[in-house]
Each structure stands twice: as structure tokens, then as C-alpha cells.
């Protein structure tokens, strides 16, 4: 019901929560995701401030920016073509958001003294993290469109990943342990750039209790892969500032499985409470 049809200020009918085909899940993370691309003007700002925007650099921010662009354009064409949400509540996060920006803060480029060495290695991770979000986003829809169209831009963030990685794999034989003191500092203070949407937190916790991203995921599937890649505990280029600083951050990723653990262990009783809910309220 409703799909196509115009608003009613053009001369159609109001949303309603009826008409759309996903769940409140599924509202949620596409909503997240959406909004996370909407913000390409700061991130086109940040990438071209920390690389470059000349020669082969400018060349690439420009195209990356591009194709990111497309994703925005894909998701919410989507939405408003089949009234997946509330397209003016939609439009009024998007605008919050979109001003409010997004930027590093003083405390993240107080870290390390290499700015273009921290922008590569976060956006290696964040694609990576972005691509699993979109993946999951699709299948939670339980609709084959969003499906398909949620696979092709998560193929996407998977080719701009791939490209940081190199990077950052390069970094690491020219310089090993000043790409590692980047790395280790993003993967200690990682935060995904969605942060300070609104609802941000009420939607990241929907997403994490049902499987769309959530803390193991983050470990398993966007961090290990990536240091596995470039092998970060089997290297022996590090000097013993650099060893010091790998065993840091092995301490780190330590502390981080004991906290998946608690996590999974206290979703798993959320979850059964709120079926025990369920079951009474059905009978």
C-alpha cells in the first residue's frame, strides 16, 4: 500500500507506518546506514584535507566521493519509492546530521603525529565495518530489492577497502612502526562515523542485539581479517618500540573478546526475556 505514491503535499497521502514492507529493524538500520552516507560532504572535507586534492589523490577522493555518493542516491530512492520510512522525519535527521558534520576530534589528532597514516588506516576499517552493516541491513529486510541493492553497495565499500588496505600495507613496509602506532591507535578508539546521528544510540542497539553489527562482528569480521592481512603479530620488522606497541595492542584485542562474551551473554537474556514476554502475552 502506498508504494509510488506521492505525498500528501503533492497531492497523494501521509506516511504510515503500515505501508512499509520492513520491520522496525530494518527501518532502523537503513536509516543508520543511510544517513552514515548522507554525510559525504565531511568526509569528502576530511579525506581530501588528509591526502590530497592533487595529482593521483585528488583523483581518487573525487571518484571515491562519487561512487559513495551513489549509495545515498540508491538507499533513499528506494525508501521513498516504497515508503520504507517516514520520509520527513527522514529528511529532518538528515539535515541534523549533515550540518552537525563530522570531523576528528582534537584527542584523535593528538594521537599519532602522522594524520594522512591515521586517515588511511580508519577508513581501511570503516569501509570494511560499513560493507558488513550494509550486508546484514539487506538481509534483515527480509525483501529481495533491498537484498540485491544492499549486496551491490556493501561489493562497493569491499573495493574502497581493498584499496586502504593496500595502502596501509604499503605503509607498513616502507615505515613498520609508524603504520603500526596508526593502526593500533584506530583500533583502540575506533567509532564508526554514523556517531552523532540522531537516535544514533537507540538504532546502533537494535542493530547490535540482532545480529546487523554488533561486537563480535567488529572483531571478527573488520579487525582480525585486516591484521591478519598484513600480518601484525607474525611480522619481525618492528623494532622494540614496535614490539612494545604490537604486545599494547594484543592486550587490547584481548580485553575486547572478555567484553563480546559479556555482551552476547547479556543480549542472549534480553532476548529470552523478551520471548518469555511474548509467549505470556500470547496466551
Not at 520504507?84 to 538528515?94: P, S
Request: proline letters at 3%.
Amino acid at each position: 500500500m502506498g508504494v509510488g505514491q506521492q505525498l500528501a503535499a503533492a497531492g497523494g497521502c501521509d506516511w504510515d507506518p503500515e505501508q512499509s514492507q520492513l520491520s522496525d529493524v530494518a527501518r532502523a538500520a537503513m536509516i543508520t546506514n543511510l544517513l552514515t552516507e548522507d554525510n559525504l560532504p565531511s568526509y569528502h572535507r576530511e579525506a581530501a584535507g588528509s591526502f590530497s586534492q592533487d595529482g593521483p589523490w585528488g583523483a581518487w577522493v573525487n571518484r571515491w566521493t562519487a561512487e559513495e555518493n551513489r549509495h545515498g542516491i540508491a538507499i533513499r530512492d528506494y525508501l521513498v519509492v516504497t515508503r520504507g520510512v517516514d520520509l520527513v522525519a527522514l529528511e529532518q535527521a538528515r539535515m541534523e546530521h549533515v550540518t552537525n558534520g563530522f570531523t576528528s576530534t582534537d584527542e584523535e589528532r593528538a594521537m599519532h603525529n602522522s594524520e594522512f597514516l591515521m586517515s588511511v588506516a580508519y577508513v581501511t576499517f570503516q569501509e570494511l565495518a560499513t560493507r558488513v552493516s550494509h550486508r546484514n541491513t539487506g538481509k534483515v529486510c527480509d525483501e529481495p530489492i533491498a537484498d540485491r541493492l544492499l549486496q551491490r553497495i556493501a561489493a562497493d565499500e569491499n573495493l574502497h577497502m581493498i584499496f586502504y588496505r593496500n595502502m596501509c600495507e604499503a605503509a607498513l613496509e616502507l615505515s613498520p612502526d609508524q603504520a603500526l602506532d596508526a593502526v593500533g591507535a584506530v583500533v583502540e578508539n575506533f567509532r564508526m562515523p554514523g556517531q552523532g546521528m540522531p537516535d544514533f544510540r537507540r538504532n546502533g542497539v537494535l542493530m547490535a542485539k540482532h545480529g546487523i553489527y554488533d561486537l563480535r562482528q567488529h572483531l571478527e569480521e573488520v579487525v582480525m581479517p585486516n591484521l591478519r592481512k598484513w600480518r601484525i603479530f607474525e611480522r619481525t620488522d618492528f623494532s622494540p618500540v614496535g614490539e612494545a606497541r604490537r604486545d599494547q595492542l594484543a592486550a587490547f584485542l584481548e580485553d575486547l573478546q572478555t567484553k563480546v562474551v559479556k555482551f552476547e551473554e547479556q543480549r542472549d537474556r534480553l532476548l529470552a526475556r523478551e520471548a518469555a514476554e511474548r509467549e505470556r502475552m500470547a496466551s
